[in-house]
């Protein structure tokens, strides 16, 4: 049987089609693993000290967060966590921030844990951005340091944009939701299905604040390389930090990621002298 041309293409076309259905319909579970938590439930953490705060953004939609207090603190940390679980499991990761002597909020985005309402990418940004100004109301901008990890990354470089905060901070991040698609289906015009692009990259253009990149080399979900990328938008104000054979779920396991940490939130900027270095030598003469 012979098959023409226009018969293959509508073949291609029709398949295309379907999986684009697919990433429209479903890419809300391929993005989100959410984990929802009765309305009594109540969060502990060993060597912590957390206060449950839930607020209503706008009609309809309830935000869950806990804010990990410090005796003194030298500022704050809006941790911003990936797309899987709830703060319930996640909370624990605060205790990398009150150690080296800083508050932490950490929210649960719409559909996770105790937060309620319609889940979409602009509803989320207005909810990153509400959060941020009610931490203005008991911190100054110059304290306040805004970490983003893995999916949390997009909405944090947002908030730096649009902000004024100290510092960003992003863990493992992704370049876009639509860079990782194609990485995966790289024949696939995801672009007129998806509907929540979380453009990373675009946002770093125009924070104005130091970003710090961490990133490790065994990646296997988002690879080191998306991270070099992600550092040459803004090299100016960028330093990637690259721990060495960490991957994307354990990057906080290995000593190397607290010692960067402590590097980063002890940093003093000294201004370089190029006269006093090598940074005009060559080796041709």
Not at 258 to 280: L, Q, W, Y
Request: hydrophobic share 40%.
């Amino acid at each position: 049987m012979k098959i023409d041309i226009y018969t293959i293409i509508g073949i291609v076309l029709g398949f295309t089609l379907f999986i684009g259905l697919v990433i429209y319909f479903f890419q809300h579970k391929f993005f989100f693993h959410a984990e929802m938590l009765p309305p009594d439930f109540k969060f502990a953490y060993d060597n912590l000290k957390a206060e449950e705060v839930i607020v209503e953004p706008e009609p309809g939609a309830k935000i869950n967060y806990l804010h990990f207090i410090v005796d003194q603190p030298k500022g704050v940390v809006i941790y911003l966590k990936g797309n899987t679980k709830s703060i319930k499991g996640w909370g624990k990761f605060a205790i990398d921030f009150t150690r080296l002597g800083y508050d932490v909020i950490m929210m649960d985005y719409r559909g996770f844990g105790k937060s309620t309402g319609k889940r979409t990418v602009e509803a989320m940004k207005r909810d990153c951005q509400f959060i941020y100004d009610l931490v203005k109301k008991q911190f100054s901008e110059e304290s306040i340091v805004v970490y983003g990890r893995s999916l949390g990354s997009g909405f944090a470089a947002r908030l730096a944009a649009k902000n004024n905060p100290r510092l960003l901070i992003l863990t493992s991040p992704l370049y876009s939701l639509l860079r990782t698609i194609h990485r995966y289906l790289p024949f696939m015009p995801a672009k007129p299905f998806l509907r929540y692009n979380i453009p990373t990259f675009h946002y770093l253009k125009n924070v104005r604040c130091p970003i710090k990149i961490i990133h490790g080399s065994d990646d296997g979900l988002v690879p080191l390389s998306t991270a070099v990328d992600l550092s040459e938008i803004n090299p100016d104000l960028t330093r990637l930090y690259v721990i060495l054979k960490a991957g994307h779920i354990n990057i906080h396991q290995f000593e190397e990621y607290h010692r960067v940490m402590e590097e980063i939130f002890n940093e003093r900027n000294v201004p370089i002298d190029p006269e006093k270095t090598s940074i005009g030598y060559s080796h041709r003469n």
